[in-house]
């Protein structure tokens, strides 16, 4: 079913209209999660403005600066690829077996994802990647909102847990339902 969309500003968000605290960021994701899951449903059973949705939610990654934030880098585990390993490999000057054997770990389901230690992603030191250049394609990609396979209705399974930790997903969320004029919960 198509839905009527605000009007074309309802979705904006400037910078200072927008929840950047990570703290409040996880207080609010918590408190939303009922929330965000039916509006998980919403948007899967309506016939929502793919092209509008992206381009709110690149508005929104442009004006947050990853790069002084790395909560993802905290919070979520990286998964790596061959490839991946292959490029960090050579930019750290080792062998991929090397690689392997210092900086990754499987997770539970025998993934391989970078090591990570009390403060997340072995990679991390304080907000700054330390091997920026030779990321995982899952991190230049991350939040995989702006950038992923298949229309935002049909990745938003992945936002609800992201929506307590990552600013871009969650002024995003947000944004999205004002712009679909999505009725909240009380
Ligand atoms: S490799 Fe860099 S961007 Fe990726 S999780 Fe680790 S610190 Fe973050
Ligand atoms: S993707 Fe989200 S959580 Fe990760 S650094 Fe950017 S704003 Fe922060």
């Not at 990286?78 to 080792?94: G, I, S």
């Not at 394609?137 to 935002?152: E, K, M, N, W």
């Amino acid at each position: 079913m198509p839905v009527t969309c605000g009007n074309r500003l309802a979705g904006k968000r400037r910078l200072e209209d927008m929840l950047t605290d990570l703290g409040e960021i996880r207080r609010r994701g918590e408190k939303l999660r009922a929330e965000n899951e039916r509006f998980r449903r919403f948007m899967k059973s309506h016939d929502v403005p793919e092209r509008r949705l992206r381009k709110i939610a690149e508005a929104i990654q442009e004006q947050i600066d990853c790069t002084a934030c790395a909560n993802c880098c905290r919070v979520a585990t990286a998964e790596v690829t061959e490839r991946d390993v292959e490029k960090l490999a050579r930019h750290l000057n080792l062998t991929p077996a090397a690689f392997r054997a210092q900086y990754t770990a499987r997770d539970d389901d025998q993934t391989l994802i970078l090591r990570r230690d009390e403060n997340g992603c072995v990679f991390l030191n304080g907000t700054e990647c330390t091997v920026y250049e030779a990321r995982p394609a899952t991190c230049v990609d991350y939040p995989h909102l702006v950038r992923g396979s298949g229309s935002i209705a049909s990745r938003m399974w992945q936002f609800i847990d992201r929506a307590s930790y990552c600013p871009i997903v969650f002024n995003s969320l947000e944004a999205f339902k004002d712009h679909l004029r999505f009725r909240r919960s009380k």
